[in-house]
């Protein structure tokens, strides 16, 4: 089993900066995807941004040019940098991973979810 901690949320004034980090851990043999979702109240969650084992990333449109995905393959982390916040990004940050996990003769598949860290972005 993989679990991911979150950190990083908080409170910020409208134009600020976070950084949110995820860390996983358990028996990892390897991760492919590792992403951010968010979920406002009232709003189904959707993708922010992800990032391959590669390095490949996309984004949501709205946040393209302001947030940056980056992950440490070496501790399994991944991170979120957010510029210029606004307040309608108000939401709980949700980090995403998957992979193999267990053994490397017996790997088997995963995908787990954070639980979740609160961004309030004020205005």
């Known amino acids: 089993q993989v679990q991911l901690v979150e950190s990083g949320g908080g409170l910020v004034q409208a134009g600020g900066s976070l950084t949110l980090s995820c860390a996983a851990s358990?028996?990892?043999?390897?991760?492919?995807?590792m992403g951010w979702y968010r979920q406002a109240p009232g709003h189904e969650r959707e993708l922010v941004a992800r990032?391959?084992?590669?390095?490949?990333?996309n984004y949501v449109d709205s946040v393209k040019g302001r947030f940056t995905i980056s992950r440490d393959n070496a501790k399994h982390t991944v991170y979120l940098q957010m510029n210029s916040l606004k307040p309608e990004e108000t939401a709980v940050y949700y980090c995403?991973?998957?992979?193999?996990?267990?053994?490397?003769?017996?790997?088997?598949?995963?995908?787990?979810w954070g639980q979740g860290t609160q961004v309030t972005v004020s205005s």
């Open positions: 358990g028996s990892i043999v390897g991760i492919n995807n």
């Open positions: 990032i391959t084992s590669g390095g490949s990333t």
């Open positions: 995403y991973a998957d992979g193999h996990s267990g053994s490397y003769v017996y790997p088997r598949p995963f995908a787990s």
